[in-house]
């Protein structure tokens, strides 16, 4: 059978184990590592499909349970699915729903068979298992999709843990039974086991046995202090198979991402970029600046001066104030590109230095000028 996702393995970094690759899909080829821009409801924030290529998206992430409850897996289906709906020629990546499904707390009831739950729209009940799951995301058709899982809240105990793992492992089987595109469509497993190592190993033999063409570490970034997130992803990370990609769900801050790609991470994703971009934020190689602070009331200088982004080729710190101020939508749109450009650029560069086998060297001066402290175990 032919694979509808494969992982070339282009060059590791030799001071740090950090590899250099590139996934091909039916879509086109993405040059790893990548972080992948968030685009929850069909549409990354304020953002246009041609804009995401100018800052040079590669590909994009959309949210199972999101596009279930509005507009309707039949709905987009009908429309070619979510490539032809939201105009994307690039490859597409959807999540199973499974963290939000969870971060429902007390509106949802786990069992074998599945997750009942009550929509935040307007409590209307649910039931998602994996075979529904694998339907809705057939439906919508992303180049990558993932299997329900289980995402353990942190901290949790041993024996939650223990059995949500376990659960998480049958229904990948469940998932990978009810694939019904197994030629268009790379389904990946997912790892979890909290912040239990012993179960962490047990997750990565169980999913390694099915034989998914990539895998996903879930359950961390999840409100955990940074060095128990370090811990469990340097572990568990060198255990997936060398010939597949490698996803680390959650996150997209600069430290955590050049902390991924340490650790031989192919795949990041967040919708962190957009959001501080709505609270008035800006990413730049100097560090984090507030820009509806009123010291940039005055500042006619643009964000970033190393950067390449539309925003900053043509508006000031000064301008971008004033939108965000009195609440423009273009002051999020301007911080919006320039986030995002300023992460896939950040990620051309990690390309770059794990080629050149100086990734380690990079991290030091770039956490010294973002103004992150250094990893104390190192």
Known sequence: ????????????????????????????DIQTPVFMPVGTQATVKTMTPEELKEIEAQIILSNTYHLYLRPGNELIKEAGGLHEFMKWDRPILTDSGGFQVFSLGPLRKITEEGVEFKSYLDGSK??????????IENDLGADIIMAFDECCPYPSTYEYTKQSMERTTRWAKRCKDAHSKKEEQGLFGIIQGGFYKDL??????????LDFPGYAIGGISV???????????????????????????????????????????????????????????????????????????????????ECD???CKNYTKAYIHHLIKNKEILGVRLLSIHNLRFLTKLMERVRIEIEN?????FKKEFFKKYGYVEDINE
């Open 309 to 311: 982004c539309y925003a």
């Open 357 to 361: 086998d100086n990734l380690l060297k």
């Open 1 to 28: 059978m032919k694979q509808p996702i494969t992982y070339e393995l282009l060059h590791i970094d030799k001071n740090s184990g950090a590899r250099r690759g590139v996934i091909h899909t039916h879509h086109g």
């Open 126 to 135: 649910h039931f998602l298992s994996p075979e529904k799951v694998m339907k």
């Open 200 to 209: 962490r190993t047990q997750s990565v033999k169980d999913l390694i046995k």
């Open 223 to 305: 409100g955990e202090p940074k060095e128990k997130f370090l811990d469990i992803l340097r572990y568990t990370a060198p255990m997936l198979p060398e010939n597949k990609p490698r996803y680390l769900m959650g996150v997209g801050s600069p430290d955590y991402l050049i902390e991924a790609a340490l650790a031989g991470i192919d795949m990041c994703d967040c919708v962190l970029p957009t959001r501080v971009a709505r609270n008035g934020t800006a990413m730049t190689w100097q560090g984090k600046k507030v820009i509806r602070n009123a010291t940039y009331e005055r500042d006619f200088t643009c964000l970033d001066e």
